[in-house]
């Protein structure tokens, strides 16, 4: 039998009803407590950066190949679609898919009202399934390899600057040279996707009719977009890209291109670190205080041991199995409590947010397996270091003086 561990379980039995039996309490509360916080909190910081960052690959896919140029531009030069490091890109195993598009400045001009747009033509080969669950009107175009389409589709945020709807025409504006083109579009739908920078920016059309703008042939497109099976991979995949298109072509990431953006998601993590260390200090008090009660109620049996032989590090063990079970029933009641406000926030979306300001309307909630343990495993290795300190004053009791003031 151990015989520490059958001490430790006696400890807890018997401490129930007395005085440290209300600062096991505590402590197992300050745990779960503090647990749940930092679940939730990792929880919503990935969740929101996920959501972002999802959006902004939504409009623009992970990485652009397009004409190397030195200014950044809505209209780049022409490229030829068929290009060798296509086939070699596609078989790549983190790439998920590669399409084309290409892109004209323009304006929407109304009756009374007018408003700077861009003009982004997809091909056959465009991947709707970010639009289409972000439609709130109409529906997504059809595109056809003999047929050009006048059909388009705008934000939401557009059409209420522009009191544009679904199957309204609509007349943008080109400059092509010295000459002012007109072309006449209809709304086939109204997408809404919350990011406000893009959504009052793009336009989403045929690419034949950025082609006949451009006085481009059909073989030529603006560049090409390539979308990744994990956004892990981004970086490191834009080197890889940009060494397999030669030396006419460049391929940046969406980091590269909006480094705003990520410069601000990347200013959340120091919020929520600071949210973990200050959730730290106050529960590590918390526990220390709690086990220095527990040895100071049990001095008369830490001597009464130490007299029949028991050695110091025996004794701690005692202590640190009692630590363990405080421990074990924070971090259950801990996970339970933030499991339970993750799935009720992420099924019934009770938290909203302005979507103006932070790009989405809710509080986003992402449950990564890995972070989950993580958090817990970082939880037992931080509470069984706390632990161990208080636990050292065990050595410094001496059996004679335990006993005599009994």
Excluded at 106 to 117: E, F, N, P, W
Excluded at 125 to 154: A, P
Excluded at 195 to 209: M, Q
Excluded at 298 to 304: D, E, V, Y
Aim: with cysteine; aromatic share 12%; hydrophobic share 45%.
């Amino acid at each position: 039998m151990n015989t520490e561990f059958f001490l430790a379980k006696r400890l807890v039995s018997r401490s129930k009803g007395n005085f440290s039996w209300t600062f096991v309490v505590i402590a197992i509360t300050s745990i779960a407590l503090g647990l749940a916080i930092m679940f939730v909190a990792v929880a919503i910081l990935t969740g929101f950066k996920k959501e972002i960052r999802e959006k902004v690959v939504g409009f623009c896919g992970h990485i652009q190949i397009i004409k190397y140029s030195e200014t950044t531009t809505y209209e780049p030069q022409p490229v030829e679609k068929q290009q060798p490091f296509c086939s070699r890109l596609q078989k790549a195993p983190e790439i998920r898919h590669i399409q084309v598009f290409a892109t004209k400045a323009g304006i929407i001009k109304t009756a009374d009202q007018i408003q700077g747009v861009v003009l982004k033509g997809v091909s056959t080969d465009y991947d709707w399934s970010f639009f289409s669950n972000k439609m709130v009107d109409g529906h997504i175009f059809t595109l056809r390899d003999t047929v050009r389409t006048d059909e388009v589709i705008i934000s939401r945020k557009i059409a209420n600057l522009l009191n544009l709807h679904v199957n309204n025409e609509m007349r943008m504006y080109f400059i092509v040279g010295n000459n002012t083109l007109g072309r006449k579009f209809r709304i086939s739908g109204i997408y809404d996707t919350g990011l406000e920078e893009f959504d009052k920016l793009y336009v989403i059309g045929d690419i034949r009719h950025v082609q006949k703008l451009n006085g481009w042939t059909a073989s030529q497109v603006g560049g090409f977009e390539v979308y990744l099976n994990d956004f892990k991979d981004m970086d490191r995949m834009g080197v890889y890209i940009y060494h397999q298109i030669g030396f006419s072509l460049d391929a940046q990431t969406i980091r590269m291109l909006f480094p705003q953006i990520f410069d601000w998601l990347d200013l959340q993590d120091i919020n929520v670190l600071i949210i973990l260390i200050l959730i730290v200090l106050v529960s590590s008090t918390t526990i220390v205080s709690t086990l220095l009660i527990l040895i100071l109620e049990r001095t008369t049996m830490i001597g009464i041991l130490k007299a029949l032989g028991m050695r110091n590090r025996d004794i701690r063990k005692v202590f640190l199995y009692n630590a363990m079970y405080i421990v074990g029933w924070g971090l259950l009641w801990g996970n339970a409590l933030a499991f339970t406000l993750c799935l009720l926030q992420k099924k019934f979306e009770l938290v909203k947010l302005s979507e103006e300001t932070y790009y989405v309307s809710v509080i986003p909630v992402n449950l990564n397996v890995w972070n989950i343990l993580l958090i817990n495993l970082g939880t037992v290795a931080i509470c069984y270091l706390i632990f161990t300190l208080p636990s050292f004053i065990i050595s410094r009791v001496t059996p004679v003086k335990a006993i005599r003031f009994s």
